[in-house]
């Protein structure tokens, strides 16, 4: 399982938990963490995307070099 596939999966049992609860306030702490998750997700996937270009650069700059 990848770092943004475990993001992922916390933000749905976040959720499953929210829509479980009966209490306000715990239904919003349980949306918070949801949302954080969920953020922290795209957070990584935007990273791993950035860095493969990077390393898609890095590379085609070596073979133009030689």
Do not use: Y
């Not at 479980?20 to 949302?35: C, F, I, K, P, T």
């Amino acid at each position: 399982m990848t770092e943004i596939e475990l993001f992922r999966a916390r933000a749905d049992e976040a959720a499953a938990a929210a829509a479980g609860s009966g209490l306000d306030n715990v239904r919003e702490r349980h949306l918070r963490s949801q949302a954080a998750w969920q953020a922290m997700a795209v957070r990584a996937e935007r990273v791993a995307n950035q860095r493969a270009l990077n390393e898609a650069e890095k590379e085609a700059r070596s073979v133009v070099a030689f």
